[in-house]
């Protein structure tokens, strides 16, 4: 049989999974290129020849996604596999119809194509969107395993923005971990509220060689806790799937990929922030539960905020800081930073997009929708410059910082600045405790 030539549709991380578990080491194939979406300075690098196998002595090339169908007819691509996650259903059939216009095949990896399985028990955290409050539901979920003496390690989608080589395997078990890894601000708001927890947490390219490191930690490790990314589905076989919905954004648990997969595979469905959505957006969610995933147990929750220093917000005109890839991919309009300044009655909320700098300025004409909040990007040096030079031009009273991390670790703030921080708070029963009392 012909080798088939293969291009992998990707954005730095399902991507080089499904090529490590799928494609690396198997003769029937020969993985031609990736390209690359979503996240900025992947494109023109290579997937290196030490994690790429004995096939690729050169490694891959890794191209724009916008040069797919040029890269169709110049590379005889047999197939393009479509791998990665949090667009629309429209977007992803739009792309196919270029890859087959181009001449090639159209196709995903499944479930069962891709995950790993573990020697110890494993609880998998989705999402539907990004945004959706899948990692305060991961450090709940962690929080009550260890009140019950177990020890958890978390293993965490992937987020390569830097040398692939150097994040083959990553082991995060203190705030210094993140300086030695040069974490961006999108991996230090992943790790660091799980490192404040007390537990470990690994990341990095390659996830058998990481679950292997995770599960003979040596710090001990009695459950893998998988914290997904975006709204994909997990890397490794579970015993417990739980699904984090979000009723701000009704409807596109049905309408996005992957987030409907994580859903029909779900044990567990949250309905999160109901204290803050309308009471008919909560409906349809649930609506779409019982119409895909029936059996499933459902937990209502609340998205809890707390802020630092109050005082900076009454009556003060405030520039919001939230969560990057929830604004962006994500498509949010609203966040924890949002929902503090009307609660503690803020007097303006200043838009920053005529102040906005470098790449900065780049993502509000990609993201149009984002309006007046300032989204935390971080993948690398450059952005985060940007974002503190930003912060620095607007006009403002203070800086409501609504981010995992304690941002002026990272940047320098010139202004009076109060964090928000959000936990889930489960409404009523089922509750997290009784789904994961009777797990253990």
């Avoid at 203190?174 to 947490?201: A, F, Q, S, W």
């Amino acid at each position: 049989m012909a080798v088939k030539k293969i291009i992998i549709i990707g954005a730095a991380g399902r991507d080089f999974h499904n090529f490590n578990v799928y494609y690396r080491d198997n003769p029937d194939y020969n993985v031609v290129a990736f390209t690359a979406a979503q996240i900025p300075d992947i494109a023109g690098r290579k997937y290196p020849a030490s994690l790429a196998g004995k096939l690729y002595p050169e490694g891959i090339p890794i191209h724009e996604e916008s040069e797919l169908e040029d890269l169709i007819k110049k590379t005889g691509a047999d197939a393009c596999v479509f791998s990665y996650s949090d667009v629309p259903y429209s977007y992803v059939m739009s792309l196919g119809a270029k890859v087959n216009t181009a001449g090639a095949a159209f196709t995903m990896l499944g479930h069962k194509n891709t995950t790993i399985k573990s020697t110890k028990p494993v609880i998998a955290v989705g999402a539907v969107r990004t945004g959706c409050g899948k990692s305060q539901t991961s450090r709940k979920i962690a929080e009550i395993l260890m009140a019950h003496g177990k020890k958890v390690i978390a293993i965490r989608h992937p987020m390569p923005y830097g040398d692939l080589e150097a994040q083959k395997v990553q082991r995060f078990a203190t705030i210094e971990d993140l300086k030695k890894h040069n974490c961006t601000i999108e991996e230090m708001e992943e790790y660091e509220p799980h490192i404040e927890r007390g537990n470990v947490i690994y990341a990095g390219v390659d996830y058998e060689a990481i679950l292997r490191a995770a599960e003979n930690d040596p710090d001990g490790c009695d459950i893998i806790l998988w914290d997904g990314g975006n709204n994909d589905f997990p890397f490794y076989e579970t015993d417990l799937m739980v699904s984090v919905t979000d009723p701000h954004r009704p409807g596109h648990e049905l309408g996005y990929y992957p987030g409907e997969v994580t859903l029909r595979l779900a044990d567990v469905v949250v309905i999160n922030k109901i204290d803050s959505a309308d009471f008919e957006n909560i409906l349809t969610v649930r609506e779409s539960i019982e119409k895909v995933n029936p059996k499933a147990v459902v937990v209502d929750a609340a998205s809890t905020i707390s802020v630092e220093k109050p005082e900076l917000i009454k009556g003060k005109r405030v520039l919001v800081v939230e969560d990057g890839p929830t604004l962006t991919h994500g498509e949010m309009k609203i966040g924890a930073g949002i929902v503090a300044a009307k609660r503690f009655g803020a007097a303006e909320i200043i838009d920053p997009r005529e102040n906005a700098v470098g790449k900065l300025a780049d993502t509000y004409k990609t993201y149009p929708h984002i309006g007046n909040l300032l989204p935390a990007m971080g993948y690398g040096e450059e952005q985060m410059r940007d974002l503190a030079a930003t912060i620095d031009k607007v006009d403002c009273d203070s800086v409501i910082i609504a981010t995992p991390i304690d941002l002026e670790r990272v940047i320098k703030i010139n202004k009076p600045t109060t964090r928000v921080e959000y936990e889930l708070q489960e409404i009523g029963h089922p509750n997290m405790e009784d789904v994961l009392k009777d797990f253990i």
